[in-house]
Every structure is written in C-alpha cells, then in structure tokens.
C-alpha cells in the first residue's frame, strides 16, 4: 500500500495518540495516572478544539500525546495535528468508529499538505500510523491534493500545454480516450468562442476532451473553466485583481480531478470531461469591448466586458457535452468574484436546473462537512445582459446580482430538459487554516463525487 503524505505503517517507536472532545476528557482523565492529571492541569490542556499536548512518561520522556477536536465527523478537527504535533510516529490509542476513522484519515491528509514544487518545507508533518487505509480514502485525499496541485502551481509551468499534458496522463493511466481542438482549428470545429477569448496569447487556446467507461453505464459530463492566467483582457485588472489569477483554472482543476476519480475508484459510468484551456492575455489580436462574437450554439454574444471571459468558454464546452444528450451535466468554474461578495471564501455557490441534483449534493456536503450554498436562476435578471445589437451579452451595466447572471448566461447554453449542476467556486484559502493553507483548495469536490457514487448505485 502506497500511503500518501503523513502516514506511515505501524513500528514499535510509534507514540499513542488519544483523540478527544472537550466533553470526553474527564472520563478519559479518569482512566489516567495522577501525574498525567496535574501535567495536564499544569499546561491547562481542557480539550478546547484545536489544542494538542503531549504526555511525558515518569522519566519525562515523550510517551504520547492528547489532540482535541470539535466535530468528530469533519475533517479539518484533526486537521491541526501533522504540524501541532512534534514530528513522530503517532499510532491512535482511541477506538473511533468507521465514519470518525475516515474523518481523521482525511483531517490528517490534508493537514500534512504542502505545496513543495519551488521550496522545501521548514519540517514534514507527523505521521499517523495506519494498519489499514481504505482506497477510496486514499483516492479522495488524491483528488483534493491534486486539485491544490494545479491550482498552486503557477502559469508559466500551468498552461493550456500544462494542462493538456496533465489530462493525457490521467487517460494514459486509466486507457481514456483523448482529443484536443487546439488554435485555429477551434473555428473549424466550430468552438468560436473558446478561441476568441484566447487569441491574443502565444499559448494557443483548445478544447481538451477525455472519454472513458463503457457505453451502457450512464453518461456523465463534466466541464471545467481552465482560464489558466486571467489579466482580465483588454478590461484589465487591477494589480490586486490580478495577483491570484494563477488560480482561474481552478474549475478545470476540479473536473479534472473529479474525473480522475471517478475511474480510480472503477464507478460504473460513462465519463467525458471537457476543459476549455485559455490565457486571457493583452495582445494585438485581443477581445475587444464591444465585439461581438459567435458560439457553437449559433447565438450571437457582445462582449461587454472581456473580463467576463470564463462565461464564454464554458458556453461553447457546455454547448458541446450538451450534444450527448448526458445523464448529467456539471460544471465548476471560478466564475464571478459577486460570489465571493454573497457568500464569502469558503461557500461555493450552487446553481442547478434539476431539483432533486441540487438537493442530493446539497444533502452530500452537508454529511462530509464539504458545504456548499444553493443560489436561485432567477430569471428575471436576465434583463442585465440584454445587448442592443446581439442575441445578449456577456456582463452588463449593473454590478448587482453579477454570480446569478453568470449562471444564467451558463444555462442559455443548456437544453431545457438537460439536468445540470453549476458551481462557481472560489478554489482557494486566502489565509491559513488548519488542513487549508493559503493558496488553491477544492471545494465541493466531495459532495459531487459522494452524489455521483450514490448516482452510479441506483438500479436501472
């Protein structure tokens, strides 16, 4: 077994490890030597969540340790302990059931991540010492990590080459097939969007499809807005606007590593990701205000505002996967920053067409602590993309409601009876946290999958 990053197989130098609540620390006391009693009243350990102490044996020598947690069933309760923690072997002395194991397996993966590729860490995380870790936690913490991995990593080594390159590995490993529409052969096959937005730079724009699982399992397709370095285009950016915006492929990365799930775990259904991979870059041939340009689906768009750029590619992808008349279509993208106004860092914005699809991720991230927060397709908002001279456009003059009208141009290019699943994500931790440090992180990405493998289930 291949134990990812903070995990380690049971030696005899590993140290017992006591996972607690507040409200459990006085019967556990109660099982203790006095002495373990006065060291803990000395330090004034009370099992506040978030705390850790460890326990010296009678010749003051480290034995063990105690790590408080609030909720037993969210993760990031034992997120704190990899780097709290001194650096050990650490074997847990606590019976926890299934669901509270699966929890602390997952709360100490992401706790021991780093982003590693351009420094060395200060020190590695403590290990947990496993006898047995399922796959398919091992499988999930992959995919979060590798959602963390793209999104930390920046443009010049995550490109619209990066990520082609990252998307042929994973068909590789699982005998996926591939496509790509790249450059000018967009406006052949009828991709005109992806490619306007992506024209002005030197990486050319493409439409990068995998396929994989067989044809009588049901179909799922899932898009992902891989805007690797957004300037904002001839709107530009302001320079604190465009500090983070390494991170506007975080949708792509989401799709990416939600599909890579899917086949790790052998789910029976028929997968097909599709990522839009641009640069919005300034340049002679550049997206202009006031242009207005074709989609696949034969509307015509005015650019308001080529910062409104992720809308137009995922138009033309979602045009596309519509096409194959899927079970069930998803996307996720870092669309609009009114969501990050409406909800905050840590909420993506969830908007669906099909009640019961909301309700059974809604009711997924609510059991794995992975929230996420249902927003209205309201429609009439619409009226804030009204254009004068085209079929709508892009953004409109009203800062108000900007994460719904966002959503609602997605739909324009969804079939009416098409189920379909919209997350405008932020795909990123501005500060650290415990389990979340400062920079890309995935969001939503365990309450689709736990919805897709109860979806897989189902008789039919």
Request: charged share 20%; glycine share 10%.
């Amino acid at each position: 077994m291949n134990l990812p990053t903070g995990f380690a197989t049971r030696t005899d130098a590993a140290l017992a490890l006591h996972v607690l609540d507040r409200s459990g620390l006085p019967a556990w006391r109660g099982t203790q030597t006095p002495q373990v009693g006065a060291w803990l009243d000395a330090q004034g350990f009370d099992g506040t969540a978030g705390t850790a102490i460890t326990l010296p044996d009678a010749e003051g020598v480290m034995a063990g340790a105690v790590v408080a947690v609030g909720d037993a069933l969210d993760p990031f309760s034992y997120a704190h302990a990899p780097f709290l923690l001194p650096l050990a072997d650490w074997a847990l002395a606590t019976g926890l059931d299934a669901a509270r194991l699966q929890a602390l397996q997952l709360g100490w993966g992401f706790g021991a991540y780093r982003f590693a590729r351009y420094r060395t860490p200060l020190r590695p995380p403590a290990r947990l010492v496993v006898d047995e870790m399922s796959p398919e936690v091992i499988d999930v913490l992959a995919a979060c990590v590798r959602v963390r991995d793209l999104v930390n990593t920046p443009t010049q080594d995550m490109g619209p080459d990066e990520l082609e390159r990252t998307v042929r590995g994973i068909a590789g490993r699982f005998g996926a097939q591939i496509g790509v529409v790249s450059g000018d052969a967009l406006l052949e096959h009828n991709f005109p969007a992806i490619h306007s937005v992506g024209r002005a730079s030197h990486r050319a724009p493409r439409l990068i499809r995998l396929d994989w699982g067989q044809a009588a399992h049901p179909h799922v397709a899932i898009v992902g807005k891989g805007v690797c370095f957004d300037t904002g285009g001839l709107n530009i950016k302001t320079g604190d606007g465009m500090r983070n915006m390494k991170k506007d492929m975080g949708g792509a990365a989401h799709a990416i590593a939600l599909a890579e799930l899917v086949m790790s775990r052998a789910l029976p259904l028929r997968i097909t990701l599709l990522v839009p991979a641009v640069e919005n870059a300034i340049g002679p041939d550049a997206l202009r205000p006031g242009e207005v340009i074709a989609t696949r689906a034969g509307l015509q768009v005015e650019v308001d505002n080529t910062d409104a750029e992720g809308r137009l590619i995922l138009g033309d992808a979602l045009t596309h996967a519509a096409e194959d008349h899927p079970a069930l279509l998803l996307d996720f993208a870092t669309l609009t920053g009114a969501a990050r106004i409406a909800l905050g860092p840590d909420l993506p914005a969830l908007y669906s067409n099909d009640e019961e699809l909301a309700a059974r991720v809604l009711e997924a991230g609510a059991a794995l602590r992975d929230p996420l927060w249902r927003m209205p397709l309201w429609r009439p908002y619409w009226r804030y993309l009204a254009s004068g001279i085209a079929d709508f456009a892009n953004s409109g003059p009203s800062r108000m409601a900007g994460s719904v009208t966002a959503a609602l141009y997605l739909e324009r290019f969804v079939p009416a009876q098409q189920p379909w699943l919209h997350l405008d994500t932020y795909a990123w931790n501005d500060i650290d946290r415990p389990g979340k440090p400062a920079g890309g992180e995935a969001q939503g990405l365990r309450a689709v999958y736990a919805m897709l493998q109860a979806f897989a289930s189902e008789p039919r």
